[in-house]
């Protein structure tokens, strides 16, 4: 009818969208989003002397990011320990990708090839771990590692080994403990671009005299490229984020950035510090989230 | 002059699944293509020539049979060894490479340098006429150009023989006539043997040498398209390729009797009893005095084709004859339903049809 | 004539087959070692003593365990009523409307859980709810509660988005054809039509709530124990198959609820 009517309905549908989502936008702002803003805030705020903050502007906790200042005779240098536990985060999760990209890409291959009605039954197979406990998961593995273990009892049985290895309370450990339990995080969205491959492209290529490695080179990963971006975003920024995995395999001393957030919010009592890496933390985890949105969309408009 | 067996298929089985579910796709189908023809397997959905074509690819893997290239038998040999290279239906190409790319992708594979795959890979988008898309990716190209990227990826590695798994059936009808005209040329200019597989019979029998004609797993007839045409060995090949009348009569005296009464001059060739005649509609003339031999029949209807004028009829017995006049020159045939006339089949035109 | 060959897979690549079943293996592998150690009668966790209930009981007598068992449920419950309804509202506000202003913002917004590590929520929360504890001397589940509602809403909130997504509009075009009020119709075809995937958000709801390890440990207060944070705890000091017999326990659940999951949304065709 009239234009003015038109106007005045969509008004109306943004009005109803926006009264039914309130609800939810409330509850996320209190019991998620908001909460964060308190940390950005402490972050800037003067550290107090056990616990929480004085309510001072400081800039203090951001320098202890990455530098300290020697106590005895004031010079700056880097702060060796905070970049210890930074790198480890970094070099974990990276070879974390790298682990569940190596035994994923094979497994997403796996289950895209099956006929298409157990399709269904290998996915449910990948899925159960994914929402199985992830406590569950790390105590689990940690019965295959520790030193009465599964791992070490097999390899002393049979005469590969003499002593058990310590892998538990290693870096080793954290590391098998997160590919273990990202690896389906890897494998689905592999899965996904498998699954739109177009199998006559292989077939072409054998035509062309290509031998299968040449054809997984040229034709099948450029073209699966979008899941391989999305899945090692999704395996890298969990990874960063561990708290439960490092915590349980590392023990206390071989610690990821959450640990190292948690300790200045128990012992460590520098709440404004613990606020300055949970913001650290959260920027990288948007930056890697950003390239992951920006990726899948221009894969969208491909098709 | 020899003529040397390009392929040849020896009693190909291939059954896919087991038991009682099992589909037999060919039945021991055995056929020679000989060096630098254009042979075309034509049949309708399912009757097993693409799965012919894949066994020759190395796509498939023959249940019992062999297939041999050039006398060699590459039963065993997986595709990435065979010289033998395939147009897609679905053209498949790379979709993440460019034109020159897919084109120069075999070569690439079969370790050519640079500079050769380069110069080849321009002398092949020349012979399809597609210099100027060199450096476009498949999305970008109309389906006729993708069709002729994927015939010059096919043919850059020099195979010895091309495979076209109905290749042109998506495109529309004029580009589909002027491709079958491409393709003609492209075979004889190369020299290189084609197997071409079309359940369009029309198309088979403008663009082939011989071919080869399959129903349910079997191969019933080879010939040159003027042999399937007018000698077809059973009904079926009678009935797929072009229109066709069927009579049915019994043997007497070296000639048949037809159903209707009249008796008609047919290569009987010692048969007895009951069999069935087939005759082209062009074969069969309405003739002003009639003769011996002639069927008497009663116009059901025409219809004015332009250049031809089909003429539907009904003999004594009520069997449905077709027959083929060139339209006179004023359009009018002065028939009309109802009318008795006389038809005059054609000396030699009618085939008895084995089966 | 030609001898029987292996036929040629155009899909088999080098390596992938047996890469996957190891891949397969060594995910399982670690859980069936744990259920089957959850009932080991002898007391260490690598040496079989055969065939018991024995930690299925200790673990169903413990009262630290019980406790935590009927909070976990109790939490699970609550965040799983909470966050399913206010997720429904937002799905119906959001879905089906054509874009509109800001709808972005509260895609963000809805989402946001998923997105931020639960470390930094986990410590924002500590600190605003041990301000508010500190001001108005409110203790009790309510902290934890919110906090589970909190996450939950995006686990909720896509299944019901997909299955009104994949509603046809049409059926609410012909109630409204046939004098339904708006109401009418929603309480008549809508929200049957939407029920399974209301269902599934609940559920998966409630098992990301009984899951839940990181947040539920910095909000609760001291003797607020959940199952997982229970566990936590045992994990630090002398490890018994009873942390076996109760993982088990959690993961039947989960099995069984992920399965009701499967089975009540539409298979993707």
């Known amino acids: ?303 | 002059m020899s003529i040397t067996t390009a392929v040849e298929a020896r009693d190909v089985v291939k059954i896919y699944g087991k038991g009682t579910q099992a589909v037999h796709a060919l039945n021991g189908v055995s056929l020679s293509i000989r060096a630098g023809e254009f042979f075309t397997l034509l049949g309708p959905s399912g009757c097993g020539k693409t799965t012919l074509l894949r066994c020759i690819a190395g796509f498939e893997t023959p249940t019992s049979g062999a297939i041999l290239l050039s006398e060699r038998d590459i039963t065993a040999a997986p595709p990435n060894q065979r010289p033998v290279n395939t147009v897609f239906q679905s053209y498949a190409l790379f979709p993440h490479m460019t034109v020159a790319e897919n084109v120069g992708f075999g070569l690439q594979m079969q370790g050519k340098r640079r500079v050769e795959v380069a110069s080849t890979v321009s002398r092949m988008l020349a012979l399809v006429k597609l210099d100027t898309l060199a450096d476009r990716k498949p999305q970008q190209l109309s389906g006729g150009q993708q069709q002729r990227v994927a015939l010059a990826r096919a043919l850059a590695p020099a195979p010895e023989v091309l495979l076209l798994d109905e290749p042109l059936s998506a495109l529309d009808l004029k580009l589909r006539k002027e491709m079958q005209g491409e393709l003609k040329r492209l075979q004889h200019e190369t020299g290189i043997t084609f197997v071409f597989v079309t359940h369009d019979q029309e198309e088979a029998l403008t663009m082939s040498d011989r071919i080869g004609v399959m129903q349910s797993g079997n191969l019933l007839q080879i010939g040159s398209p003027r042999d399937i045409y007018n000698r077809p060995v059973n009904r079926f090949v009678a009935d797929f390729i072009g229109e066709t009348n069927f009579l049915t009569g019994t043997v007497e005296n070296g000639s048949v009797r037809l159903r209707s009464g009249e008796v008609v001059a047919a290569p009987v060739d010692g048969r007895s009893g009951t069999l069935t005649l087939t005759v082209r509609p062009e074969q069969v003339r309405i003739v002003a005095e009639p003769a011996p031999g002639d069927l008497p029949a009663t116009v059901r209807d025409i219809t004015y084709f332009g250049t031809d004028t089909h003429c539907q009829l009904q003999l004594n017995d009520g069997t449905q004859v077709v027959a083929r006049l060139q339209s006179p020159p004023s359009g009018e045939t002065g028939l009309e339903p109802g009318a008795l006339v006389n038809l005059r089949l054609t000396q030699g035109a009618v085939q008895v049809l084995g089966d | 004539m030609a001898e029987v060959t292996k036929p040629f897979s155009v899909t088999a690549l080098p390596g992938f087959g047996a890469i996957a079943a190891t891949a397969f293996v060594l995910l399982y592998a670690p859980i069936i070692t744990l259920v089957i150690y959850s009932f080991n009668a002898s007391n260490s966790v690598n040496v079989w003593g055969g065939f018991s209930l024995h930690w299925y009981e200790v673990a169903w007598q413990n009262a630290a365990v019980q406790d935590a068992a009927i909070r976990s449920l109790i939490i699970a419950a609550s965040a799983a009523v909470v966050a399913t309804t206010v997720a429904t509202m937002a799905a119906l506000g959001t879905t089906r409307r054509g874009r509109f202003k800001g709808q972005t913002l509260i895609y963000v917004l809805i989402n946001q859980p998923l997105m931020v590590p639960e470390i930094v929520t986990a410590v924002a929360l500590l600190i605003m709810f041990g301000a508010i504890r500190a001001v108005t001397g409110i203790q009790g589940l309510g902290y934890v509660i919110l906090a589970h509602s909190a996450f939950c809403v995006p686990f909720a909130y896509l299944p019901i988005r997909a299955r009104l997504e994949g509603m046809d509009i049409a059926l609410e075009v012909a109630a409204a054809d046939l004098y339904a009020t708006p109401w009418q119709t929603f309480r008549h075809v809508t929200l049957p039509l939407m029920a399974p995937g209301v269902l599934a958000g609940a559920m998966l709801a409630f098992v990301i709530s009984l899951d839940d390890v990181i947040i539920t440990e910095f909000v609760k207060s001291a003797g607020q124990d959940t199952l997982p944070t229970y566990m936590l705890g045992q994990m630090r000091r002398a490890i018994t198959p009873e942390v076996n017999a109760i993982s088990t326990t959690l993961l039947a659940l989960t099995v069984i609820l992920l399965t009701g999951f499967f089975l009540i949304t539409p298979k993707r065709s």
Do not use: C
Request: positive net charge; charged residues 15%; proline residues 4%.
């Open chain 1, 1 to 303: 009818m009239s234009i003015a009517t038109e106007s005045g309905r969509s008004r109306q549908t943004a009005r109803n969208g926006w009264l039914l989502s309130l609800p939810a936008l409330v509850l996320l702002t209190i019991g998620a989003a908001g909460p964060l803003l308190i940390v950005l805030v402490y972050s800037f705020m003067e550290k107090g002397q056990y616990t929480g903050v004085t309510g001072n502007f400081s800039l203090q906790a951001w320098f202890e990011v990455l530098f300290r200042r020697d106590i005895f005779d004031g010079t700056v240098s880097l702060a060796d320990a905070h970049l210890t536990i930074l790198w480890r985060s970094v070099r974990l999760s990276f070879l974390t990708t790298l682990i569940t990209f190596g035994l994923g890409l094979p497994t997403a291959w796996f289950i895209a090839t099956r006929p298409a009605q157990s399709r269904a039954f290998w996915l449910f197979l990948i899925t159960i771990p994914f929402w199985t406990n992830l406590l569950i998961r790390t105590f689990a593995i940690m019965e295959v590692i520790r030193n009465e273990g599964l791992l070490n009892t097999a390899l002393l049985a049979m005469g590969v080994i003499e002593q058990p290895i310590q892998i538990l309370y290693t870096d080793t450990a954290v590391l098998i403990g997160m590919a273990y339990v990202y690896l389906p995080l890897m494998v689905l969205p592999l899965f996904a671009a498998i699954d739109r491959f177009d199998f006559k492209l292989l077939e072409a290529g054998y035509d062309l005299y290509a031998s299968r490695w040449a054809l997984l080179r040229r034709v099948v990963m450029p073209i699966i490229r979008p899941g391989i971006i999305a899945g090692s975003i999704l395996v890298f920024v969990p990874s960063l984020g561990a708290y439960v995995t490092p915590r349980v395999l590392g023990g206390g001393t071989n610690m990821m950035i959450g640990n190292f957030i948690e300790l200045q919010f128990g012992q460590g009592r520098n709440w404004p510090l613990g606020s300055a890496l949970s913001m650290v933390l959260l920027t990288v985890v948007m930056a890697a989230l950003l390239v992951y949105v920006r990726v899948s969309s221009r894969n969208d408009a491909h098709g």
